[in-house]
C-alpha cells in the first residue's frame, strides 16, 4: 500500500490539517495518509505541547468517518525528541509491505538541511510537497537529489495551531478552525485556557 506520511505536533488539530490530508489523497496515488504524532518535536517549546494522549484523541476524534486516514502514535515509543529519519526507518522495518512518502509544506520542505541526518533521509524516501505562502519550490532552487513533487493548486489556509491556541487564551472562538467534536472536546477540557 501507497501510504503518505503526515508528521505533526498537531497541537491542536485543526481543519487545514484535515483540507491538506484530503487534497493529497484527491491528488496523489495514495492509498492512505497516516498523520504521525510527534510527542516532541526537535524545533519546538515542550512546554508549549497539550499532552501527547490529549492531542491524540483529538486527532481521532476529527477523522474518525474517513477510513482513509489514520493516526499513528508510533513516536511516542520512540527516543525523544522525535526525528523523521528514525521514525521511517522504524515504520519501513515494521511495515515492509508499504511504500511511505512524507507529506511537507514548502515552508518546512525548505528547511531539510536543517533535519537529523537529512541526508540520509532524502536518500531513503520522495516528499509530496504542498505549497505555503512566500515559499516557493521548483526543481533549480531544491539542493540536493531529493525525489519530490509539488501538489498544484492544494488549498491555502492561513490557520496555525498557535493561532487557534491564541484565540482559546484570548476567550475568542475558534469554531470552524477545528472540526466540532475537537471543539466541543477542547472546550468540555477546557484545553489550552
Same mark, same amino acid.
Not at 80 to 95: I, R
Not at 161 to 174: E, F, V
Given at each position: 500500500?501507497?501510504? /503518505?506520511?503526515?508528521?505533526?505536533?498537531?497541537?491542536?488539530?485543526?481543519? /487545514?490539517?484535515?483540507?491538506?490530508?484530503?487534497?493529497?489523497?484527491?491528488?496523489?496515488?495514495?492509498?492512505?495518509?497516516?498523520?504521525?504524532?510527534?510527542?516532541?518535536?526537535?524545533?519546538?517549546?515542550?512546554?508549549?505541547?497539550?499532552?501527547?494522549?490529549?492531542?491524540?484523541?483529538?486527532?481521532?476524534?476529527?477523522?474518525?468517518?474517513?477510513?482513509?486516514?489514520?493516526?499513528?502514535?508510533? @513516536?511516542?515509543?520512540?527516543?525523544?525528541?522525535?526525528?523523521?529519519?528514525?521514525?521511517?526507518?522504524?515504520?519501513? @522495518?515494521?511495515?515492509?509491505?508499504?511504500?511511505?512518502?512524507?507529506?511537507?509544506?514548502?515552508?518546512?520542505?525548505?528547511?531539510?538541511?536543517?533535519?537529523?541526518?537529512? @541526508?540520509?533521509?532524502?536518500?531513503?524516501?520522495?516528499?509530496?510537497?504542498?505549497?505555503?505562502? /512566500?515559499?516557493?519550490?521548483?526543481?533549480?532552487?531544491?539542493? /540536493?537529489?531529493?525525489?519530490?513533487?509539488?501538489? @498544484?493548486?492544494?488549498?491555502?489556509?492561513?490557520?496555525?495551531?498557535?493561532?487557534?491556541?491564541?484565540?482559546?487564551?484570548?476567550?475568542?472562538?475558534?469554531?470552524?478552525?477545528?472540526?466540532?467534536?475537537?471543539?466541543?472536546?477542547?472546550?468540555?477540557?477546557?484545553?489550552?485556557?
Amino acid at each position: 500500500m501507497k501510504i /503518505g506520511l503526515y508528521f505533526g505536533s498537531f497541537n491542536p488539530v485543526h481543519i /487545514g490539517h484535515l483540507i491538506i490530508a484530503e487534497h493529497v489523497l484527491t491528488h496523489t496515488d495514495f492509498q492512505q495518509v497516516w498523520f504521525v504524532i510527534s510527542p516532541q518535536n526537535p524545533f519546538k517549546e515542550k512546554s508549549t505541547l497539550l499532552n501527547e494522549y490529549d492531542r491524540l484523541h483529538l486527532l481521532n476524534l476529527s477523522i474518525k468517518d474517513n477510513h482513509r486516514l489514520k493516526v499513528s502514535d508510533v @513516536e511516542f515509543k520512540l527516543p525523544k525528541p522525535s526525528y523523521t529519519v528514525t521514525t521511517l526507518a522504524y515504520l519501513k @522495518e515494521k511495515y515492509p509491505q508499504h511504500s511511505f512518502s512524507i507529506i511537507i509544506g514548502s515552508d518546512s520542505f525548505k528547511n531539510l538541511n536543517k533535519w537529523k541526518n537529512f @541526508e540520509h533521509l532524502i536518500s531513503q524516501t520522495d516528499f509530496v510537497v504542498y505549497k505555503r505562502p /512566500g515559499f516557493e519550490i521548483s526543481q533549480n532552487n531544491v539542493q /540536493g537529489d531529493i525525489k519530490f513533487k509539488v501538489l @498544484e493548486n492544494a488549498p491555502v489556509l492561513d490557520i496555525s495551531a498557535t493561532y487557534i491556541r491564541n484565540c482559546i487564551k484570548q476567550r475568542k472562538s475558534i469554531r470552524y478552525l477545528v472540526h466540532e467534536e475537537v471543539y466541543k472536546e477542547i472546550e468540555t477540557n477546557r484545553y489550552f485556557y
